[in-house]
C-alpha cells in the first residue's frame, strides 16, 4: 500500500470534493462534524455514493446507496476495479510513475464482473458500473471508510482493495483527492504514532529493526526485547495462558472485546492485573490493584486526530479526590518498579516522544500554544499535522504530495474470502454491531448523560420486516439474539434500515452485551477481531421469561434500573 | 480567501484602498483588513441573509444603504462604514430592537451573552422607547434535557434555524406563524425529541442573544458565561479532534473548579469550524459524576478491594506484575493502553512495558 494508515486528506478539503465515497462508515453517526462537511459538499453539488448494508442518514442524501450484503465488499471493489481497467479510466500516467504491481490486480479482477458482483453484493451491475466510471473520471474524489470497513475478518483485504482504486486512478497527493480512514476513537492515531503498538517502537521504527532496537537502547540506557510483541486479539486470547500478568490503562476490556465469556473465564487465570481508570468498571472484579485516574478536563497533554493534527488537551479542572493524572501515575509505577523517570511535566514527556520520533519533531507543546494565539489572525487552524519534522515546518495538509511516500504505492490484489462464519439453519441471520450518535463505546462516559439516555435508553436490535414476520417477531418485542457464543436479551425494531437476512446491535449497552455474541476470530495481518460479521439468529421470549434480568449482566454501569451488584 | 488568488479587483474601504477575490462580500474585505463592522444575523457558516440590517454601510453612488454582509465587493466601489449616517441609523435599529427584547442584563441574559445589549451599549442606543407586549410563544412543554427557547429574547434573526438547516441538514426547527407572532418552532411545535433534531446544539452556539441556550446550567443554576473561565481543549470522543472551550467555574468544588459547559470556538481557526456534535457539546456530566474513583484500590487477603494509599498501591503493583515477571518470564506480562489517554501517555506506557518490564506485548485497546 503507501504506507501510514492516516488520513492523506485533512477534513477542511472534504467540502470541496466532488466526488465522495463513503463505504463502511455511518458517518452521521460515528462522526457528525465529517457528516457536516460532506453534507456541505453534497450541497455545493458534490455527488456522494454511499455503500452500507443498513441504511443510514447518509443515504437520504446520496446520489446512489449501495446496499451490499455485508462482508462483500471486496466483492464490490473488486468489480469496480474491473470496470475502471476494463474500460480504460486508469491514469496510467500516475501507474507508471508511482506504482509497483498493477499487472497482478489486473489478472486478479478479471473475474469480477460487475454482473457477477451483482450476485454476491446484492448491488445491481449498473450501479457498480456508474460508481466506477464517476470516482475514476472525477478530479476530486475522496474515498471516506471506517470501522465498518477494517473491523471484519478481512479488514485488510477492504483497505487493500480501495487502495488499489486510489492507485489506479492517481487519486492521491492532491486535495479532496485521496483515501481516509476516520478514526474511532479520538486519539487512536495518536496512540498508534506513540508506539503504543507490538511492533513499533514511537514513529512506526519496528522493533525488530537492529537500527532502531540500537537507537531506543542508547535513548533509554537499557537492553530492548528485539521479539515483536502480541498485538491485543492475541493477547487477550493468551490470558490464562501465557499471559499471566496485566496492566490496563483506561479500557474496559471485559466489556469491549469480542467474545467475552471466553475472556471472562480466562480472566481468572491471571495472577496480577493493574487497572487505572477513572471509573469502576466491569474487568474491576478480576483487579489486584486499581489507580484512581483523570479525565481529559484534568490533564496536559497532546491528542492526534484522524487527520494527524496534533492538539492540545488542557487541564481544566483538578480531579476528584486522591485521583492523578494518568501520566503522573505512569511515572510513579515506573519508579516503584526500579526506574529512574525524572519527567517534571507532560511537555517534557512529550519531548522525548518527538526527540525519537522524527515526524513529531516540529512540534511541542509550547509551540502549539504560541500558534493556537495567532491562528485566527493567520486564517490557519489550531494544531500541527504530521509530518512536520522542524520548528518552521508547517506541517502537512495532504500526504503524498508529488508520489507516494514510502517510494512507490504497492498495489495488492485481493481475492473475496467467504465470511469466516456462513449462516447456517440454527444461526439464518447475519449479525453486525455498530456505534449510534448517543453513545460512545462502553457507553462508561455517555450513559452518565441524562440525554443519551432519554434518546436511546436501552438496547436494541434492528430486524427487516421479513425477518421479523417469519420469526412471528413484532416491532418493540422483547427478543433473544443468539450466536454460537453466547445470547442477549433486547428489544426488536423492526426496520427497513436493514437489509433481509441482516439484523444490527450498537454496542454500547453493559446490560445486554453485543461482545457476548462476536467472534474474535481475527483478521490474519492486522488481528482485529471481526466485531463486524457473524451468523446469529433471533426468537421472540415469551412474556415471563422477558421480565428476568438481562442475561450476561453481571455488573451494569448504570443500567437503566440504576446500579446493580 | 487568499485575494492574490482570484483577484477581482479593489474597493475603497474608509479611505483605505483595499483588494477583493470574486465572491467576496464587503463585511469578507472589511474583516480582512481588520475594520469592524457590527453584525447580528451573520454567521460565516451560513448563507448571507441580509436581515437584520445592523451592519449597513454607504457605498457612494448608491441611495440606499446595502448590508455588508450580504453585498458583493464589486471594483471601484467606495464603501464608509463609519459614518454619522451609519452611527444614526445603526442606532435607531437597535432601540427599535429594544422595543421587543428585555433591557435589563439580569434579566435577559441567563447563561450566554446577550450581543445585542453589548452593542446598544457599543453604540449606546437609546433603551426607553417602551416595550410591545411579547406576541412570540415558546415550547415549554418541550422536554428534551439540552436545548432551552426563550422566546422572551428571541430576535428572530434566523439564524438557528438556517445553521440547523445548511449546515447541520436537518430542519427541526424553523420560523413559525406570522407577523408579529412569528417565533422559532417545530413542526406542530413539538419537543426536539420527537423531531429530526441531533441534539447538536448548533442553534445555541450561533444566537446572538443567548434565546437559545443550555438547559442544564440554567437548572442548575450556574454562574452566567461572562463569569467563566474557558480552557480550550480537545473533545475526547470522536477522531475529528473537534476543539471546544470548557467553561470552568473556578470556585466550585471548594476551588477545584467544575466544568460548567461546553461551548465552541468562534468558526473559522479550528478543524470543526466551530461545530460540535451531541457528544462535544452535552456530554460532559462524567467528568463530576459521583462513580468517579478516588482513592486507590488494593485487593486484601480475603479478596475484597480495600482502600490503600498511593504508596502501598504503587508498591503493590510494582511487586505484583515484578512477581508476574519472575515466575513466567518478561513475555508473561501484557501491557493494553488506551486511545482516550493522551499520547504523552501511552508513550509512558509503552516505555513502561519496554524499558522496565523488557517486553513488546504492549497495544492500545480498540486499534481502530
Ligand atoms: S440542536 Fe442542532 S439539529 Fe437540533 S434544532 Fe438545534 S441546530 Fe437543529
Ligand atoms: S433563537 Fe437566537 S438564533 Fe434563533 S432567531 Fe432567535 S435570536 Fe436568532
Ligand atoms: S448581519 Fe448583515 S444583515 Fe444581519
Not at chain 2, 463585511?27 to 447580528?40: E, N, Q, W
Not at chain 2, 438547516?165 to 427541526?172: K, L, P, R
Not at chain 2, 452556539?205 to 434565546?211: H, I, N, Y
Request: with cysteine; aromatic share 6%.
Amino acid at each position: 500500500m503507501f504506507g501510514a494508515g492516516a488520513m492523506t486528506n485533512s477534513i477542511g478539503e472534504i467540502r470541496d470534493a466532488d466526488f465522495l465515497f463513503v463505504i463502511g462508515s455511518n458517518t452521521s453517526e460515528a462522526h457528525p462534524i465529517i457528516a457536516m462537511e460532506m453534507k456541505r459538499a453534497v450541497r455545493d453539488g458534490a455527488t456522494m455514493v454511499v455503500a452500507d448494508p443498513r441504511k443510514i442518514w447518509m443515504t437520504s442524501i446520496a446520489n446512489r446507496h449501495l446496499q451490499i450484503a455485508p462482508g462483500s465488499d471486496v466483492w464490490l471493489l473488486n468489480a469496480m476495479a474491473h470496470v475502471i481497467i476494463e474500460e480504460g479510466l486508469t491514469d496510467q500516467a500516475f501507474i507508471d510513475a508511482h506504482t509497483e504491481d498493477f499487472d497482478q490486480v489486473i489478472e486478479a479482477v478479471k473475474a469480477y464482473t460487475p454482473e457477477a458482483a451483482e450476485e454476491v453484493t446484492g448491488v445491481s451491475a449498473e450501479d457498480i458500473r456508474w460508481t466506477a466510471r464517476k470516482y475514476a473520471t472525477t478530479e476530486k474524489a475522496g474515498i471516506y471508510y471506517t470501522l465498518g470497513i477494517t473491523e471484519h475478518t478481512h479488514g485488510t483485504d477492504n483497505v487493500y482493495a480501495l487502495a488499489n482504486l486510489v492507485l489506479m486512478t492517481g487519486h492521491l497527493g492532491k486535495p479532496s483527492s485521496g483515501m481516509n480512514p476516520l478514526r474511532g476513537q479520538n486519539n487512536v492515531q495518536g496512540a498508534n504514532d506513540s508506539g503504543a503498538t507490538p511492533i513499533f517502537y514511537p514513529g512506526y521504527q519496528r522493533v525488530d529493526d537492529p537500527v532502531a532496537q540500537a537507537k531506543f537502547e542508547e535513548a533509554w540506557g537499557c537492553e530492548l526485547s528485539p521479539d515483536p510483541g502480541m498485538n491485543l486479539n492475541v493477547m487477550m486470547k493468551a490470558v490464562g495462558k501465557s499471559i499471566k500478568g496485566l496492566f490496563v490503562m483506561g479500557e474496559d476490556i471485559v466489556l469491549s472485546e469480542p467474545n467475552v465469556s471466553r475472556l471472562e473465564e480466562a480472566m481468572n487465570d491471571l495472577e496480577f492485573v493493574v487497572l487505572q481508570d477513572a471509573f469502576v468498571n466491569e474487568t474491576f472484579r478480576y483487579a489486584n490493584v486499581v489507580f484512581p485516574a483523570s479525565v481529559f478536563a484534568e490533564k496536559e497533554g497532546v491528542f492526534t486526530n484522524s487527520e494527524r493534527r496534533v492538539q492540545r488537551v488542557r487541564k481544566a479542572v483538578d480531579p476528584p479526590g486522591q485521583a492523578r493524572e494518568d501520566w503522573q501515575i505512569l511515572i510513579q509505577l515506573a519508579n516503584a518498579a526500579g526506574a529512574n523517570w525524572t519527567y517534571a511535566s507532560s511537555a517534557e514527556v512529550y519531548d522525548e516522544l518527538a526527540s525519537l520520533a522524527p515526524q513529531y519533531a516540529g512540534i511541542s507543546h509550547a509551540r502549539l500554544d504560541r500558534e493556537a494565539a495567532t491562528a485566527a489572525a493567520r486564517g490557519a487552524k489550531t494544531g500541527l499535522q504530521w509530518p512536520c519534522r522542524t520548528d518552521t515546518d508547517e506541517g502537512a495538509v495532504y500526504l503524498h504530495q508529488g508520489g507516494v511516500m514510502r517510494g512507490k504505492g504497492l498495489f495488492q490484489p485481493v481475492a473475496y474470502r467467504p465470511p469466516v462464519e456462513p449462516t447456517d439453519e440454527q444461526y439464518g441471520l447475519v449479525l453486525s454491531t455498530g456505534r449510534t450518535l448517543y453513545h460512545y463505546n462502553c457507553a462508561t462516559q455517555t450513559r452518565r448523560e441524562s440525554g443519551s439516555h432519554i434518546k436511546q435508553p436501552e438496547a436494541f436490535v434492528e430486524i427487516h420486516p421479513a425477518d421479523a414476520r417469519t420469526r412471528g417477531i413484532s416491532d418493540q418485542d422483547q427478543v433473544r439474539v443468539f450466536t454460537r457464543r453466547g445470547e442477549i436479551q433486547v428489544r426488536a425494531i423492526v426496520s427497513r434500515q436493514v437489509r433481509r437476512g441482516s439484523i444490527w446491535i450498537p454496542l454500547h449497552f453493559g446490560e445486554a452485551r453485543a461482545n457476548l455474541l462476536t467472534t474474535d476470530e481475527g483478521d490474519p495481518i492486522t488481528q482485529t477481531a471481526s466485531y463486524k460479521v457473524c451468523a446469529a439468529d433471533v426468537a421472540k421470549l415469551d412474556s415471563a421469561t422477558a421480565d428476568n434480568v438481562f442475561p450476561g449482566c453481571h455488573y451494569a454501569v448504570d443500567g437503566p434500573g440504576g446500579h446493580h451488584g | 480567501m487568499n485575494p492574490a488568488n482570484g483577484h477581482a479587483g479593489k474597493v475603497t474601504l474608509q479611505g483605505r484602498e483595499l483588494p477583493f477575490a470574486a465572491g467576496e462580500t464587503i463585511l469578507d474585505v472589511a474583516k480582512r483588513a481588520g475594520v469592524d463592522i457590527p453584525t447580528l444575523c451573520h454567521d460565516p457558516r451560513l448563507e448571507p441573509a441580509g436581515a437584520c440590517r445592523t451592519c449597513l454601510v454607504e457605498v457612494d453612488g448608491w441611495r440606499r444603504m446595502p448590508p455588508a454582509c450580504a453585498t458583493k465587493a464589486a471594483d471601484g466601489m467606495v464603501i464608509t462604514s463609519e459614518s454619522p449616517k451609519v452611527e444614526r441609523h445603526r442606532q435607531t435599529l437597535l432601540s427599535l430592537y429594544l422595543t421587543d427584547h428585555p433591557t435589563d442584563r439580569e434579566a435577559s441574559e441567563k447563561g450566554a451573552p446577550d450581543q445585542l445589549l453589548d452593542m446598544a451599549e457599543q453604540f449606546a442606543a437609546p433603551t426607553d422607547w417602551g416595550r410591545m407586549p411579547l406576541q412570540r410563544s415558546g415550547r415549554p412543554t418541550d422536554t428534551n434535557p439540552y436545548i432551552h427557547f426563550d422566546e422572551d429574547t428571541c430576535i428572530l434573526c434566523a439564524r438557528c434555524t438556517r445553521y440547523c438547516d445548511e449546515v447541520e441538514g436537518v430542519q427541526a426547527i424553523t420560523l413559525a406563524n406570522r407577523g408579529i407572532q412569528t417565533t422559532i418552532s417545530t413542526v406542530d411545535a413539538l419537543g426536539l425529541l420527537d423531531t429530526t433534531c441531533e441534539l447538536c446544539g448548533g442553534c445555541i452556539d450561533v444566537c446572538p442573544t443567548g434565546a437559545m441556550g443550555e438547559k442544564k446550567p440554567l437548572v442548575r443554576k450556574d454562574k452566567p458565561e461572562r463569569e467563566l473561565t474557558k480552557v480550550r481543549s480537545t473533545c475526547n470522543f470522536c477522531g475529528v479532534g473537534c476543539q471546544l472551550d470548557l467553561n470552568v467555574d473556578p470556585d466550585a468544588r471548594e476551588g477545584h473548579g467544575r466544568v460548567v459547559k461546553v461551548t465552541s470556538p468562534a468558526p473559522g481557526s479550528t478543524t470543526n469550524d466551530g461545530n460540535l456534535c451531541v457528544k462535544g457539546r452535552f456530554a460532559y456530566d462524567f467528568v463530576h459524576h459521583e462513580d468517579r474513583l478516588t482513592t486507590p484500590l488494593v485487593r486484601d487477603a480475603n479478596g475484597d478491594l480495600q482502600e490503600a494509599t498511593w504508596d502501598e498501591a504503587l508498591a503493590a503493583a510494582a511487586s505484583g506484575l515484578q512477581g508476574v515477571v519472575d515466575r513466567h518470564g518478561n513475555d508473561g506480562l501484557g501491557f493494553v493502553s488506551s486511545s482516550r489517554c493522551t499520547m504523552e501517555e501511552n508513550f509512558l506506557v509503552q516505555k513502561l512495558s519496554r524499558q522496565v518490564f523488557r517486553t513488546n506485548n504492549v497495544h492500545q485497546c480498540a486499534a481502530t
